[in-house]
């Protein structure tokens, strides 16, 4: 099907950002066919399906590098006992009890709530990282499941651990790499761990092997808390991503999540190997667990993402959040302007690339097409010049009003297409509560 999404402002990303006002952007299947004005294109395409996205701004899908859909149905739980003095102990009593309870229908619908909330949000590609202990076998094919219905795109892989069994998750993760092979470009598949400290050498080594064998990375929490730290200090006598660069973990389809606690030889590790970093302000901020050296590491030439660690599925609230928390860190109004967007909009698409092996995050001709389409009347004149003003202090705040993926129409005039959002809501309601009762 081709499509003419008409009139609207034209921000194409990529190497060579333009903006382009009263513009169309001509999408023909899965990838977009043309990028030009807009009476040019109603002649050139003049039977196209047509969206009038005049008074809107069109910019690529925005891309998540981590996320924990499964932690959908914490939202308004009461964790037993006192409340969480640490990161271990915000593990123990919330993530820890509440991914032991879920069930197989609770996992579904976790996975379909976030998957909503990114179209709601225009986030087109997500990066996840799953764990259901109780539900573990077949865990991925339901969030597959999910994300195909959704029309998303997806990277998954199951979160190894040690903490209730040696190596359990690895078979599951095994299964989805080499069900899902090199990816049809709407899902791809990594090898997932959850953190240096509760996984031993021997359950990495055979992750390491199984990824490697398959071509996959692996993507899993470093030094998050100081207590990933003191745990492979204490145990291996070697900062965590020295300890994980032995094992082999290390490398350019590798996502190292949050890097809080990371010194500058590690840092060196990082940009040695290439590893990806994704940075998660939110959560950070959330968990108490300290800032992330972003500037160290981009200037070492890390490539450093952004993610939300399931906080929400809104990239560009996120991307605030960064610019924000490091300038406030700082102490420098002089910082951030250019990297928190840079984190969003260049390098989170080069990380997906990595995983999906597609040129996402640009607008132009043979590109995917995924689109976010927001409602912006800008205020002062908008141009590729100050478009970042206009992103952080305006766009951050306009309403999605239409997504989508892959070429097809995932939300229009805000009402999504793919999905029953009340029925799904309705439901988690209903079995949000019995599951918090399991805990
Ligand atoms: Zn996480």
Redesign the pocket.
């Known amino acids: 099907m081709t499509i003419r999404f008409e009139n609207g402002i034209i921000i194409t990303l990529g190497k060579n950002n333009q903006v382009l006002w009263n513009s169309t952007v001509v999408t023909d299947g899965e990838n977009v066919a043309a990028v030009g004005g807009f009476s040019e294109m109603r002649e050139y395409y003049p039977d196209a399906e047509v969206v009038d996205c005049s008074g809107k701004v069109i910019l690529p899908g925005f891309i998540c590098t981590?996320?924990?859909f499964y932690s959908t149905m914490a939202r308004g739980m009461a964790p037993p006992g006192e409340p969480a003095s640490n990161f271990v102990e915000i593990l123990e009593r919330l993530w820890w009890k509440l991914d032991m309870a879920l069930s197989e229908e609770d996992v579904a619908l976790s996975a379909q709530i976030p998957l909503i909330e990114s179209i709601r949000n225009g986030t087109t590609t997500i990066i996840d990282?799953h764990a259901s202990p109780s539900c573990r076998d077949g865990s991925l094919d339901l969030i597959e499941d999910a994300v195909r219905e959704a029309g998303l795109r997806a990277s998954l892989c199951y979160e190894v651990s040690d903490r209730n069994m040696p190596g359990a998750g690895i078979a599951e993760n095994e299964r989805f790499i080499k069900k899902v092979g090199k990816g049809d470009g709407q899902i791809a598949a990594m090898m997932g761990l959850h953190a240096s400290f509760t996984v031993s050498d021997e359950t990495v080594e055979k992750c390491v092997g199984i990824a490697a064998d398959a071509g996959v990375g692996c993507h899993i929490?470093v030094a998050?808390d100081k207590a990933d730290k003191h745990d492979s200090g204490s145990k291996y006598g070697k900062f965590v991503v020295d300890r994980l660069h032995d094992l082999g973990v290390t490398g350019e389809k590798s996502i190292f999540?949050?890097c809080v606690h990371v010194d500058e030889y590690e840092i060196d590790i990082l940009a040695d190997t290439n590893t990806i970093v994704v940075h998660?302000p939110e959560?950070n901020m959330n968990n108490a667990v300290g800032v992330t050296k972003l500037f160290d590491l981009l200037e070492k030439g890390v490539l450093v993402g952004l993610?939300t660690?399931?906080m929400s599925s809104d990239m560009l609230s996120q991307m605030r959040v960064a610019y924000l928390l490091h300038r406030l860190d700082q102490r420098d109004p002089r910082v951030a302007f250019v990297e928190a967007p840079q984190l969003l909009l260049q390098n989170n698409a080069e990380i997906a690339e990595r995983q999906f092996s597609l040129p996402l995050g640009e607008i132009a001709p043979g590109r995917p097409a995924d689109l976010a389409i927001l409602d912006y009347h800008p205020p002062t004149p908008l141009s590729a010049d100050n478009f970042l003003g206009h992103l952080i202090f305006g766009m951050v705040d306009a309403t999605v009003d239409t997504t989508v993926c892959r070429g097809k129409i995932l939300m229009k005039n805000k009402q999504i297409l793919t999905i029953d959002e009340e029925s799904i809501a309705a439901r988690s309601r209903e079995l949000a509560p019995k599951m918090w009762g399991r805990l």
């Open positions: 981590h996320h924990h990282h929490h998050e999540v949050h998660n959560s993610g660690d399931g």
